[in-house]
C-alpha cells in the first residue's frame, strides 16, 4: 500500500486553532473492519497473505473520525486510518474545511478521498459495500486514494432522481516506496440517483513525475516479487 503524507494536515490543524476549541461541539465517532485471508498455496500473494497461513491483517481497518461544525455555512472534518497491512500506523486520510454556500453547493479544502468510483468515499468500511474485498482491478488502479486541494460538490433533485456533479483538483508530494515522486491530480464524476440504483459517470487524470522505475523496483522488492528490468520497464513505460 502506498502511504502519503503532506502538509494539508498541518495547514488543518493550525486552522482550527485558530478558533476557541471549547466554545465548539464536535462528534467523534469511528469504525472498525476485520477481515482475515488465507492464501492455499505454499508462496506469499503479493507480499501481503503469507502462503498456508490465516492473515488479519491484509483487510483490517480502524479508523477514527472528528467533525466540528463552526456554524452552519463552515466545518471541519478530519479522518485517522490505522490499517493492518501498514502494521496500525496511523494516517490522515480526511482532512478538511467545508463551506456550505447553500443547499446545492459545497466547498471542500484541504485533503479528502478521490470519488471515482462509487464505493471510493467509503472503502475502508467494509459495512458499505457489497462484496468481501472490493475488487482491486478497479479500486486500486488510481496511484493515489486522496486530493489535496480544492473540491467542488453540487446536489440537487431532478424529479424523482438525485444529481450530483463533483469536480477536484490538487498537487501532492511525497515519497512512494523511498522515492521521492510528485502528483497532480483532476478528477470529478457525475452521480444520477434513484431509490437504490445510481448511475455514475467518472473522470480521473493524474500525472506523476518520479523515476517509476524505481518506484516499482522498490516496491517489488519491498512485496517479493521477482520482476527483471524489462518487466520493470515494461510496466512503468520505459523503453530500454
Given at each position: 500500500?502506498?502511504?502519503l ?42 507480499g ?27 466545518s ?34 484541504g ?60 498537487v ?8 521521492k ?21 467518472s ?27 524489462a ?8 523503453d530500454?
Amino acid at each position: 500500500m502506498i502511504k502519503l503524507k503532506s502538509t494539508i494536515p498541518l495547514f488543518f490543524v493550525l486552522l482550527l486553532s485558530c478558533f476557541n476549541a471549547h466554545a465548539l461541539d464536535y462528534n467523534l465517532r469511528g469504525f472498525m473492519t476485520i477481515g482475515a485471508g488465507y492464501h492455499t498455496a505454499d508462496d506469499n500473494y503479493w507480499g501481503s497473505f503469507e502462503g498456508e497461513k490465516l492473515d488479519l491483517s491484509y483487510d483490517s481497518v480502524l479508523g477514527l473520525q472528528l467533525d466540528i461544525p463552526f456554524n452552519n455555512k463552515f466545518s471541519a472534518t478530519t479522518q485517522l486510518l490505522m490499517s493492518g497491512i501498514d502494521d496500525y500506523d496511523p494516517e490522515v486520510s480526511w482532512a478538511y474545511i467545508s463551506w456550505k454556500l447553500d443547499s446545492k453547493n459545497l466547498f471542500r479544502i484541504g485533503r479528502s478521498r478521490t470519488s471515482t468510483f462509487l464505493y471510493s468515499d467509503s472503502i475502508e468500511v467494509g459495512y458499505t459495500y457489497p462484496w468481501v474485498r472490493p475488487p482491486e482491478e478497479v479500486y486500486w488502479q488510481i496511484p493515489t486514494p486522496y486530493n489535496d486541494g480544492l473540491e467542488y460538490i453540487y446536489r440537487t433533485p431532478i424529479g424523482d432522481f438525485d444529481l450530483t456533479l463533483s469536480a477536484a483538483g490538487g498537487v501532492l508530494e511525497d515519497k512512494i516506496y523511498s522515492k521521492k515522486i510528485r502528483i497532480k491530480g483532476l478528477n470529478g464524476f457525475a452521480n444520477l440517483g434513484y431509490q437504490d440504483l445510481n448511475f455514475r459517470l467518472s473522470y480521473s487524470a493524474v500525472k506523476m513525475t518520479s523515476d517509476m522505475r524505481e518506484v516499482f523496483s522498490n516496491m517489488f522488492a519491498k512485496y517479493n516479487i521477482p520482476a527483471d528490468d524489462a518487466t520493470v520497464n515494461e510496466i512503468a513505460n520505459v523503453d530500454d
